[in-house]
């Protein structure tokens, strides 16, 4: 096993990238508190792809302060797209040395190597999207005109042998459509809508997203030819010489109400010129993966896999059960039910195998006969470790598997080796891998390495991790600021089951804290969480707890597990039980309003983008559709029934029902431009509150969206002074009166 270790070279100090990064504390000088301006100067680090000969890699670095601006009153409008400014830098794979490519920070959406690795494409999803060409030679991007046509916002980009770029455009007069149904809808005057046309009238502006046409340029002609005329293309792919092309059109008649994503859609496929023609009708319950010759396929349906290719319209079965026949009796079914079952997972870029996944493991399975081996073995599906596909070479002779226990923080790489089956275990710790990126023979790698709750480092090693090596401190800054620690706690809940929280204190050593529970569902890795960071930057334990849920009861599950979890920080000495606080957002929020109806133990709460009315929030926020009903119903609320099925149950899910109980302080923060969960919702426990004499408070960012008001700065740090002062008052208050007495 080799030992990732940090190169003795200095870091990179990239210009400008870093320039706001702190120096060195002193033995003098004690780390300080992080601030709302710390997280917005918070860095993300994301790998790309390696140029063609692996002497270059792309990496994005995202500062988050640079996504103020964000329109909250446009979401659901396809032609905006929320900003997410990065700057792309090329890394020199032998030295670790940085070239900045796009250097102002911009949006950036697909990025492309050309075959002979001597261009790079990218797309840009800014206001107006950008086609960016990067001369490897001359070291210098320009922006490539489309002459009247539009970049789609979503494209993928597509490099062929011939050096012709294929990207996907909206068709003209798509962008006038887009802002007349938008401004209709929004500002009116007069909106119309019916219950017998077949789709919302947010659902036909959001399908307006996908129809858009696949086109060819070549760079040197400035020329556009069109592959796919305008079609509810929802992806699209070639074959490196350009000549095959299989895309996905969504075939949707009306509004869908039975939940999760329409699976009314085909796959077409127009191969060297001829007619386009369908390569499956209906894509309901198939799941398709293409070799990299874009030639070569293998689907999944009814358990089994399957291998055919553009050319040969005659599937064959890999692995499986068979398809049942007509005639087949019960006996046949009742075999075919006890027959293993296969997902597929990918094919291999050089398709002569697909890895697929059974309950008992990963399997690596060859097409030209469908032998299989083993690459994990699943012996408990609960608390067994995962063992889940990461890179694949495009070279096809080497398989990259992440291991992580579902126990403890044992976390690392495993590196197949297709041929011989012979598999290495890389690297295995407590750290987290984000998924590495090989180059075409499988001898260079990157990925990003983080630990301790921080954020991930870039780090490029050999294709057996060795000399491995981190050539980018993601945000040297922090070394001048309280740096929490991180733990796994496992306890068990009311009904003896066992559950993981991720906990985060201030340092090994502190006990009797003020402690914050962060709630959600189920938590595990610890990840980097910037609110988690601030709040135990100053001084409190922040737990991130799990719960298990019973369809019909999330209310009681929510009580069960973070109670628990409380129970078991006071066990350990850890949390002051006088002075414990619980928040959560979107979800979390919608939690914490039922956790304080239900018990008095939290001296403090914080409900952000939360529902507190199950009831008017099952048929609002129009712009997401049948969103809100689906997860009432079905997914994520888990009520188990319509509100016309079970009434009760969305009465005893709505909080403000029971404000009368509630005696925890509450602070509520919402966005008026949240169209997930509408200000509305949440202003009732307010009002509710309020005429009950309840100690309460509601801030309102009028521009805000879901969460974290991502407007400007000044609303940024509006938010966490609040959230960080509404517990001072009610967990540390007591311990300031008792100094200030003495």
């Excluded at 929320?82 to 697909?110: E, F, H, K, Y």
């Amino acid at each position: 096993m080799s030992r990732l270790v940090a190169s003795r070279r200095p870091l990179l100090a990239l210009g400008i990238l870093l320039a706001t990064a702190a120096a060195p504390v002193s033995a003098q000088q004690a780390p300080t508190p992080m601030t709302a301006d710390d997280l917005l100067n918070v860095r993300t680090v994301s790998v790309g792809d390696f140029s063609p000969d692996g002497r270059w890699m792309v990496i994005r670095v995202a500062k988050r302060g640079d996504g103020l601006g964000f329109v909250a009153a446009r979401d659901g409008d396809p032609s905006y797209t929320r900003p997410a400014p990065a700057r792309l830098l090329l890394v020199n794979t032998a030295t670790g040395d940085t070239m900045p490519v796009v250097n102002t920070p911009r949006t950036i959406g697909s990025v492309a190597w050309s075959r002979d690795g001597a261009q790079l494409a990218i797309a840009t999803r800014d206001s107006v999207p950008a086609l960016l060409l990067w001369d490897m030679a001359a070291k210098r991007l320009r922006t490539q005109q489309l002459g009247s046509a539009r970049l789609a916002e979503n494209t993928d980009l597509r490099w062929t042998t011939a050096g012709t770029l294929l990207f996907a455009v909206r068709e003209r007069g798509w962008l006038t459509e887009v802002k007349a149904r938008f401004d209709s809808l929004v500002h009116g005057p007069i909106s119309v809508q019916a219950g017998g046309d077949p789709f919302l009238g947010w659902d036909v502006l959001r399908r307006l997203g996908n129809r858009a046409m696949v086109v060819a340029l070549t760079p040197q002609r400035g020329t556009l030819d069109t592959l796919v005329p305008a079609a509810q293309i929802t992806s699209w792919t070639a074959s490196p010489n350009g000549q095959h092309i299989t895309w996905r059109e969504d075939r949707t008649t009306k509004t869908n109400y039975e939940g999760g994503a329409s699976n009314e859609a085909r796959t077409m496929v127009r191969v060297a010129g001829a007619a386009p023609r369908a390569l499956f009708a209906s894509m309901r319950g198939i799941t398709l993966s293409q070799a990299d010759d874009g030639v070569r396929y293998a689907y999944a349906k009814d358990g089994a896999i399957y291998v055919a290719s553009l050319t040969d319209t005659t599937p064959r079965r890999l692995v499986g059960p068979a398809p049942r026949a007509r005639g087949d009796s019960a006996a046949d079914s009742t075999a075919r039910a006890r027959e293993e079952r296969f997902t597929l997972v990918r094919m291999a870029p050089t398709g002569d195998a697909v890895v697929a996944s059974t309950r008992s493991g990963l399997w690596l399975v060859q097409t030209v006969d469908g032998s299989r081996r083993a690459l994990s073995t699943v012996t408990d599906t609960v608390r067994g470790p995962q063992v889940t596909l990461s890179e694949w070479s495009s070279n096809g002779r080497t398989l990259y598997l992440a291991y992580a226990s579902r126990t403890s923080w044992d976390r690392g790489i495993l590196r197949v080796d297709v041929a011989s089956g012979a598999l290495d275990t890389l690297v295995r710790d407590g750290r987290l891998y984000g998924s590495p990126s090989v180059n075409a023979d499988g001898t260079r790698m990157a990925l990003t390495i983080a630990a301790e709750g921080r954020p991930a480092d870039l780090w490029l090693a050999g294709g057996r991790m060795d000399g491995a090596k981190r050539v980018l401190e993601s945000n040297p800054q922090f070394a001048s600021r309280v740096l929490p620690q991180t733990q796994l706690v496992s306890y068990l809940d009311a009904d003896g089951r066992s559950q993981f929280g991720v906990l985060t204190t201030p340092s090994r050593e502190a006990r009797n804290l003020p402690t914050v529970f962060s709630v959600y569902e189920s938590f595990f890795d610890d990840g980097f969480d910037a609110t988690t960071m601030y709040l135990a930057s100053h001084g409190y334990a922040v737990m991130k707890p799990s719960v298990t849920f019973d369809i019909g009861y999330p209310g009681e599950a929510w009580l069960k597990g973070v109670t628990a979890s409380a129970n078991k920080l006071i066990e350990l000495g850890i949390a002051d039980s006088s002075k414990l606080g619980v928040h959560g957002t979107s979800y979390g929020g919608y939690a914490t309003n039922l956790i304080i109806t239900q018990t008095n133990r939290f001296k403090a709460a914080i409900n952000v983008s939360g529902k507190v009315d199950m009831i008017s929030f099952y048929t609002d926020s129009p712009r997401l559709g049948v969103r809100n009903v689906n997860a009432a119903e079905k997914t994520q609320d888990r009520i188990g029934a319509t509100l016309w099925e079970q009434p009760q149950k969305y009465v005893q899910h709505s909080a403000v029902m029971f404000a009368d109980r509630i005696k925890t302080p509450l602070l509520l923060m919402t966005g008026g431009e949240d169209h997930n969960v509408p200000a509305l919702n949440t202003r009732e426990m307010y009002f509710a509150l309020r005429r009950l004499g309840k100690p309460v408070e509601w801030v309102n960012y009028t521009n805000g969206g879901h969460g974290i008001p991502m407007t400007n700065a000044t609303e940024f740090a509006d938010w966490h002074t609040r959230l960080l002062g509404w517990y001072t008052r009610y967990l540390k208050a007591e311990a300031k009166r008792a100094t200030t007495s003495q």
